[in-house]
């Protein structure tokens, strides 16, 4: 195999996408969309989150550092297209009507409509240029009782089908194209 020198991008690492859930400053719901998500150890299993940036969401988790990370699924697509286009200082942006419920650990909102929400506290946060790392310790999980099954992993993941997204699209859990960012959220 033959290779060539590039700058640095991340088109062939695609990502599961998550939309993280806070409260703002007067207890409202908000919810972004973001995909660098993965997991740590320190002793137990937590999660690291990078957010570029000056967004609602960065701020919220900042001044409170708690937040929900819920996985997006193709079913909810649209919507998490739509949170991550849509600027977080719109005032109408969570008018859109979503199922939001509560934490059961932590007070954070979380989708009822997707199969596995986070609880996650900010336990450690590293400042960049441009952007923060959270590093938090994951609380609780909430998961759709029906994940608890006997079904094998494959199975259980082709049926919730989580999303991934590069090269500014987005890629069903088989593989399929679901269209380019800012597409999904025009079927709202």
Avoid at 10 to 21: A, I, K, R, S, V
Avoid at 23 to 36: I, K
Avoid at 73 to 92: H, K
Avoid at 119 to 126: A, G, H, Q, R, S
Wanted: aromatic share 10%.
């Amino acid at each position: 195999m033959s290779k060539i020198s590039l700058k640095p991008y991340n088109d062939f690492c695609p990502q599961t996408l998550f939309l993280y859930g806070t409260y703002d400053e007067d207890g409202n719901p908000d919810f972004g969309l973001f995909c660098w998500f993965s997991y740590i150890w320190d002793g137990e299993m937590g999660v690291m989150c990078c957010i570029g940036g000056d967004k609602p969401t960065k701020s919220n988790i900042k001044r409170c550092k708690i937040f929900s990370a819920n996985l997006v699924t193709e079913e909810l697509l649209p919507v998490a297209d739509y949170m991550g286009c849509v600027s977080g200082r719109n005032p109408d942006k969570m008018k859109i009507g979503l199922d939001i419920g509560k934490g059961e650990v932590l007070n954070v909102p979380v989708l009822n409509n997707s199969p596995v929400n986070f609880e996650l506290e900010v336990t450690d946060i590293i400042s960049k240029h441009d952007g923060d790392v959270f590093l938090c310790k994951i609380r609780n999980v909430l998961q759709d009782e029906s994940l608890s099954s006997d079904e094998t992993a494959y199975a259980k993941l082709s049926r919730i089908a989580p999303v991934k997204t590069t090269c500014k699209r987005y890629f069903g859990f088989d593989g399929h194209d679901m269209g380019a960012w800012g597409e999904p959220m025009k079927t709202l």
